[in-house]
């Protein structure tokens, strides 16, 4: 463990997923490097958990999955945000904004 | 939307397992391939690249499974697998799997089968609207037993009563309808208008008997059954019309309903209103049944004391001989009252039934542990590979499941013969045998069981097999069991034995009290005597003395049939059910009267029976209808009445006030109602010749060959006196007797079932476990023999051990019993519920049979070569 990164929050990680594919359609290996470039590594993700997920958030419809080439010529599974995923993530941003505003004052307040 | 892909993703996932696995691969191997190219990318060699992007990921087959298991069809593939798995792995071992299957299917079947009879009688609610409303009324004497009530009674409480809605009385009535072929006696109900009222059940075609109908002189109306309707034609125009019964018209007023289920009379065909004559002091005998509807939230304690209190007050004036300070009214729940007389029975036939189905799932649970302990290896193995034990708990609970599913549906046959089985064998006196089957309720009942019993069963051997160190497991093939594991089996055992003994102690309680049944002398001689009763029909027997010379004729012509010995006539015929009985006083003295069964008999009567007299003389030529009134008492009635006084030529009444009797002699005293009281049933007999008011009189002939044979004889000396006259009830005396035990036998039989089948079981455990005992210690046996030890003393080591268990459990069983025996009581019979030789012999022949089945094993350990012993 040369960095201290950590897992990522315990139910944000749709979130996340969502988040990362509102920009660009992107393929599981490409979504977990995303993720934690942006979060400058502070987050890992764990394969096994981002994969159910993806397959989760496909099921449930805020996901379509597509297999198509990649730039290297090699094929992979490449996940794009519906409508309702768009929903989904605004609902989710917005309820996540609150609670951390929310611990944010309460953390203020004990200072 | 979603759902629908929910729905179509895990459907082609499930059809098409391998493109979804396919993909699944597919994503994770590219998802690799992407990792190890990153890796490279920054500068590693391929070979460390692909390490790296393999420990980042994790396990390929893990994450393959992960993603897998998040579908909700993955919970069905898996107990797919899991039902695949546990049916091959009980096709291999078929033994096992039929002595468990059975096992079960004999417990969960005799335990619905019993619970059906004992749902539908005490607590499926009677089927009226008002069900728990329905209340039957008694009187009570002071020691307790209830009896029926009177008109009287019912005619100055009804109409003051605030604690009922209605209040019917009722009594049998057996009418013959004439007017077709042949004259056919039918059975009904006379009743008082309310009847149908209280129940809560009308006509649905006509209209119900009205108050106007009931009345002394009233007119000649019937409600007609469904059933009966539909016999005599099914007329949808039959209200309005006229039947002949008793040589009157009466016009059918109504039709019940087709599903009308009249619990008080089941076989009741037709019902006329009662008219019921109050002159003559008959309304204060005890020969009506009374019930009333309770006021919608009167509890049956306050409609008590309000009665109680009523009846004091209007009877105990009005007629202090029948109603003295002594007698109480009650109402009681008519569902209680009739399922009264089985209710104890039903309770401990269920308790029985429970402690074998307790013994059936005992077993089953001992066979599964032993069957777990043989598979330790291979669950240890399966643990090894990364099983959860979340996981091997679930598939050995589905395999426990699957065998009480098996053993349930079996069950559920064996339940389905086994109600039609006693309701085939039981006895006349149990209520609403018609209505038992295997409802909803009872098969949820079953399922129920099976499902507990399959979920207790299977998790303390899956517990038990999972518990335990994988890696001692795989280390060395132990094959010993631990000590704690040892324990729980010999406590499993111990308990099968000690509930095996309570049910064959009990069993044995009830066989012998039957013995003694049958043995106990009825009063009379039974062999060799002929019963049948005629029911004198039509308007010519209106008088008494018609009546009389009618009756003096038939035993005349029965008397000169070939065979006949000698021949009698009685009001009433013990054992019969008949049930006939007046207060009887001393004249002159008010108080202190006793109910006491009353039999008009012709002078023969005493000397047909054989009932011995004891003192003074019998009935005979003298005693004509115009001479003085006489009359024979039973010795118990002597006794009670005329405590140290000689009897003989004391004057008494018998019902009203006159005439008075003199008493001529001491007879005998006879069983009445049941072989089974205990108590002298007191008799007074009077002349035939002397009683008016007996329409139907019992023939008793003794004959001097088998009496079976003179039935139809002796019916065609009756119809060559007067042919228009119904002859019932056919029956030996002894054919009487025998009935008269017939619940009791009903009883025991069940009992004798359940603890023939908690034996079997109980030896089926203990050879079990000793067995598997036996094969555990196989090596340690080997050892012993090949170090010297005898092929006896290795014997003598694993019966020693069987021994140990047997004897715990008897003891434990025997002290369970006793306690447990007071249950029974009520159903014993002149013995004692700690009989000792019942507790000492069942003891004996228990561990008799414990025995063999440990001798089986403890023989085959004796046998042991050595040199094989010590290889396994």
Not at chain 2, 132 to 160: C, D, V
Not at chain 2, 830 to 840: E, G, N, P
Request: proline share 5%; aromatic share 6%.
């Amino acid at each position: 463990m040369q960095e201290p990164n950590t897992d990522v929050i315990q139910g944000t990680l749709d979130m996340l997923i969502l988040k990362t594919l509102s920009l660009q359609p992107m393929h599981g290996y490409g979504i977990a490097r995303r993720i934690e470039q942006i979060s400058r590594d502070t987050f890992k993700v764990n394969p096994g958990s981002l994969l159910t997920a993806l397959q989760r958030l496909e099921r449930s419809g805020a996901l379509d999955a597509e297999w198509k080439q990649t730039e290297n010529s090699r094929r992979a599974k490449f996940y794009s945000l519906t409508r309702a995923g768009h929903k989904q993530l605004g609902a989710e941003t917005e309820d996540w904004m609150r609670r951390a505003s929310a611990v944010a004052r309460l953390l203020k307040a004990e200072g | 939307m979603s759902a629908w892909r929910q729905l179509t993703r895990g459907l082609s996932a499930l059809t098409n397992r391998a493109d979804a696995d396919r993909d699944v691969t597919d994503e994770v191997a590219d998802y690799l391939e992407h990792a190890r190219a990153d890796h490279a990318a920054r500068g590693m060699s391929p070979a460390e690249s692909l390490r790296a992007a393999r420990m980042e990921i994790g396990g390929v087959t893990n994450v393959e499974e992960q993603i897998r298991s998040s579908g909700w069809e993955y919970q069905i593939e898996t107990t797919l697998t899991d039902l695949r798995y546990a049916l091959r792995r009980l096709a291999a071992s078929p033994g096992f799997t039929l002595v468990t299957v059975l096992t079960l299917a004999l417990g969960v079947g005799a335990t619905t089968s019993i619970f059906s009879v004992v749902n539908t009688i005490l607590f499926q609610p009677l089927p009226y609207p008002n069900a728990h409303r329905i209340a039957s009324i008694l009187e009570m004497n002071k020691e307790g037993s209830s009896y029926a009530g009177t008109f009287g009674m019912f005619h100055n409480l009804a109409p003051r009563t605030h604690s009922f809605d209605a209040m019917a009385v009722f009594k049998p009535w057996q009418p013959t309808q004439t007017g077709q072929q042949q004259p056919e006696r039918l059975t009904g109900q006379r009743v008082s208008s309310d009847y149908f009222r209280v129940l809560g059940v009308g006509p649905t075609m006509g209209r119900d008997i009205r108050s106007s109908d009931d009345r002394l002189g009233g007119p000649n109306v019937a409600v007609l059954s469904n059933a009966l309707w539909r016999r005599l034609g099914g007329d949808p125009a039959i209200v309005g019309r006229s039947i002949t019964l008793d040589s009157d018209p009466y016009t059918v007023i109504g039709v019940m309903p087709e599903g009308f289920n009249n619990v008080i009379a089941p076989d009741a065909q037709l019902w006329a209103p009662l008219q019921y004559d109050m002159s003559q002091g008959r309304a204060w005998g005890h020969h009506l049944r009374t019930i009333g509807l309770l006021r919608s939230g009167v509890t049956e304690q306050q409609a008590s004391n309000e009665i109680n209190r009523l009846g004091h007050a209007i009877l105990n004036e009005q007629h202090p001989v029948t109603y003295g300070p002594d007698v109480s009214f009650v109402a009681k729940s008519l569902q209680g009252e009739i399922s009264r007389g089985v209710r104890p029975a039903l309770l401990a036939i269920l308790g029985a039934v429970a402690l074998v189905l307790l013994i059936a799932c005992v077993n089953v649970t001992n066979l599964l542990a032993t069957r777990g302990i043989h598979r330790r290896n291979e669950l240890a193995l399966r643990a090894a590979l990364g099983a959860r034990r979340a996981r091997i708990i679930r598939q050995l609970l589905t395999e426990s499941l699957l065998l009480a599913v098996i053993g349930g549906v079996a069950g559920m046959i064996i339940a389905e013969i086994g109600v039609r089985a006693l309701i085939a064998m039981s006895p006349d006196t149990l209520p609403r045998a018609s209505n038992i089957g295997i409802g909803g309720a009872v098969l949820a009942f079953g399922l129920a069981i099976t499902t507990v019993v399959g979920l207790a069963v299977g998790l303390l051997p899956a517990l038990q097999a999972t518990r335990s160190n994988q890696r001692a497991e795989l280390q060395h093939e132990s094959r010993s069991v631990t000590g704690g594991q040892k324990f729980a089996r010999n406590a499993l055992v111990i308990a099968e034995v000690a509930i095996a003994l309570v049910l064959l102690v009990n069993c044995g309680l009830l066989l012998r009290s039957l013995k003694r049944l049958i043995s106990v002398s009825p009063g009379f001689a039974a062999p060799n005597v002929l019963s049948m009763q005629i029911q004198t029909a039509g308007h010519e027997f209106d008088s008494d003395s018609v009546t009389h010379r009618y009756f003096a004729d038939v035993l005349d012509a029965i008397t000169r049939v070939p065979g006949v010995e000698i021949a009698a006539l009685t009001s009433q015929l013990p054992l019969s059910g008949d049930n006939d009985s007046y207060g009887v006083h001393v004249a002159g003295d008010e108080q202190g009267g006793q109910s006491v069964f009353r039999y008009a008999v012709s002078s023969s009567y005493f000397a047909a029976m054989r009932i011995p007299l004891k003192r003074g003389r019998v009935i005979d030529a003298r005693d004509r209808s115009d001479s003085p009134p006489v009359a024979l008492i039973s010795e118990s009635l002597a006794r009670r009445t005329f405590a140290g006084r000689d009897p003989l030529g004391q004057r008494i009444t018998i019902g009203p006030p006159t005439p008075v009797y003199t008493i001529i002699g001491v007879v005998g005293d006879v069983k009445q109602t049941s072989l089974a009281m205990g108590d002298p049933e007191p008799g007074v007999y009077v002349a035939a010749s002397q009683w008016g008011g007996d329409r139907a009189m019992s023939v008793v002939a003794r004959t001097l060959q088998d009496p079976a044979v003179l039935g139809p004889a002796i019916k065609r000396a009756i119809w060559s006196v007067s042919k228009d006259q119904p002859v019932v009830r056919t029956a030996t005396m002894e054919q009487l007797m025998a009935k008269s035990g017939a619940d009791r036998r009903f009883v025991v039989i069940l009992f004798e079932i359940f603890a023939l089948v908690a034996l079997i079981m109980a030896a089926i455990g203990i050879y079990g476990v000793l067995s598997s005992n036996v094969a555990e210690r196989t090596r340690e046996l080997g050892v012993r023999l090949a170090l010297g030890a005898s092929p006896p003393s290795v014997l003598g080591l694993v019966l020693r051990q069987g021994m140990r268990l047997i004897v715990a459990g008897v003891a434990i069983g025997l002290i369970v019993a006793a306690a447990a025996s007071h249950v029974i009581v009520s159903m014993l019979f002149q013995i004692s519920q700690l009989d000792v030789v019942t507790y000492l012999s069942v003891a004996v022949g228990l561990s008799a049979v414990a025995i063999i089945a440990c001798a089986v094993p403890a023989w085959r350990a004796a046998r042991l070569d050595p040199t094989i012993a010590l290889r396994a």
